[in-house]
T-cell receptor, first 108, second 114 residues
Framework: RKEVEQDPGPFNVPEGATVAFNCTYSNSASQSFFWYRQDCRKEPKLLMSVYSSGNEDGRFTAQLNRASQYISLLIRDSKLSDSATYLCVVNEDYQLIWGAGTKLIIKP | DAGVIQSPRHEVTEMGQEVTLRCKPISGHDYLFWYRQTMMRGLELLIYFNNNVPIDDSGMPEDRFSAKMPNASFSTLKIQPSEPRDSAVYFC????????????FGQGTRLTVV
């Protein structure tokens, strides 16, 4: 089975710090990539798509390295509200393959 | 748009009973996905439909699970008979196409089989 693997969590990070997650995927033919956020007892929601050139949305930066087959998510100046589980998602053959998620806990 | 609507939000049932979960996708979306999420296994794809036709059901755990999509605005996931190990949160999601597009999730059905 195709796999998407993420850093094991939980990450316990002080407020204001920078935190980075990595995700690796096994299928070099994967077509598109995403980061989703899931709050406790809620549904996953799209955080950002990941483009080949890298992309930034406020405090969040996503990067894709096709040669090494990994995706990263960087969160700068972390806030308490960033506490959640972050899911890496890869589109392979028109199926969304989900990582198990990395739990992030921001401490005051 | 109200988004993806799932019902019920919570279901507690006894082992051996039939359970039916329901989903209404976002209007105009042509793909519908059923997922199961547990602490141990994370988010697992059970089955997905394109234009109401099941495309891949390889994630359905066993014959006790079945899913239908009789029309573009309604889908069901049925478990018969239910077992305690089926306890999980079941999500339905819909998209327009699947390549490079956002998947919109319902709020999920939290199933407990006792």
């Amino acid at each position: 089975r195709k796999e998407v693997e993420q850093d094991p969590g939980p990450f316990n990070v002080p407020e204001g710090a920078t935190v980075a997650f990595n995700c690796t995927y096994s299928n070099s033919a994967s077509q598109s990539f995403f980061w989703y956020r899931q709050d406790c007892r809620k549904e996953p929601k799209l955080l950002m798509s990941v483009y080949s050139s890298g992309n930034e949305d406020g405090r969040f930066t996503a990067q894709l390295n096709r040669a090494s087959q990994y995706i990263s998510l960087l969160i700068r100046d972390s806030k308490l509200s960033d506490s959640a589980t972050y899911l890496c998602v890869v589109n392979e053959d028109y199926q969304l393959i989900w990582g198990a998620g990395t739990k992030l806990i921001i401490k005051p | 748009d109200a988004g993806v609507i799932q019902s019920p939000r919570h279901e507690v049932t006894e082992m051996g009973q039939e359970v039916t979960l329901r989903c209404k996708p976002i209007s105009g979306h042509d793909y519908l996905f059923w997922y199961r999420q547990t602490m141990m296994r994370g988010l697992e794809l059970l089955i997905y439909f394109n234009n109401n036709v099941p495309i891949d059901d390889s994630g359905m755990p066993e014959d006790r699970f079945s899913a239908k999509m009789p029309n573009a605005s309604f889908s069901t996931l049925k478990i018969q008979p239910s077992e305690p190990r089926d306890s999980a949160v079941y999500f339905c999601a819909s998209t327009i196409g699947t390549s490079g597009t956002e998947a919109f999730f319902g709020q999920g059905t939290r199933l407990t089989v006792v």
